[in-house]
């Protein structure tokens, strides 16, 4: 069975603090490893997609690089803006079922 | 671009009742998947719609069922509702089966009293 393991389940930084995500997965035939944000009362939104270990992505303040067991989500000089929940999802080769780890819900303070 | 719509926005029933949610997709996007929101449970998939049929199905009871129209747009329905039943329902659709890039609507939250 496919897991998808998100720590720390919460995180709070203040402005400026660099800090990682971690996402541990254990998915048959990954197909992709996915980061998502979700702001309160709205659906996740796409952030990434990391493909093969070794794979970095960036976009603005946030980097995601992947391995074979795990993936991270870099955050360098975090703004209160940031603050969201974070989830990381496996996609398996069996069909269209991403299956998302817990979340790590972000707070940055100014 | 319209992004994913789903309606209504939060609904109020009581256990044994039953709930239908709608969802159109993005203009364009033939796959349409629902996944379930708590707070417990995290994420987890229902089902998945291409082309009028469900192509995946997640762990759930028959309870929960959905269709897919000609347009692309989705309901899904919770027969005999239950408390456990509370949660937001997200919809996502993408371009084409199996494909990874998922689009969010806000989801309907549903609360079973």
């Known amino acids: 069975e496919d897991q998808v393991t998100q720590s720390p389940e919460a995180l709070r930084l203040q402005e400026g603090e660099s800090s990682s995500l971690n996402c541990s997965y254990t998915?048959?035939?990954?197909?992709?490893l996915f980061w998502y944000r979700q702001d309160p009362g709205k659906g996740p939104e796409f952030l990434f997609t990391?493909?093969?270990a070794g794979e970095e992505k960036e976009k603005e303040r946030l980097k995601a690089t992947l391995t074979k067991k795990e993936s991270f989500l870099h955050i360098t000089a975090p703004k209160p803006e940031d603050s969201a929940t974070y989830l990381c999802?496996?996609?398996?080769?069996?069909?269209?079922?991403?299956?998302f780890g817990g979340g790590t819900r972000l707070m940055v303070k100014p | 671009k319209a992004g994913v719509t789903q309606t209504p926005r939060y609904l109020i029933k009581t256990r044994g009742q039953q709930v239908t949610l709608s969802c159109s997709p993005i203009?364009?996007?033939?796959?349409v998947s629902w996944y379930q929101q708590t707070p417990g449970q995290g994420l987890q998939f229902l089902f998945e719609?291409?082309?009028?049929?469900?192509?995946n199905k997640g762990n759930f009871p028959g309870r929960f069922s959905g269709r897919q129209f000609s347009n692309s747009r989705s309901e899904m329905n919770v027969s005999t509702l239950e408390l456990g039943d509370s949660a937001l329902y997200l919809c996502?659709?993408?371009?084409?089966?199996?494909?990874?890039?998922?689009?969010f609507g806000s989801g309907t939250q549903l609360s079973v009293l």
């Open positions: 996502a659709s993408s371009l084409q089966l199996s494909n990874e890039k998922l689009f």
């Open positions: 998915v048959s035939g990954l197909r992709g």
């Open positions: 990391l493909y093969s």
């Open positions: 999802a496996g996609h398996n080769n069996a069909g269209n079922m991403l299956t």
């Open positions: 203009s364009g996007h033939r796959s």
């Open positions: 719609y291409f082309s009028e049929t469900q192509r």
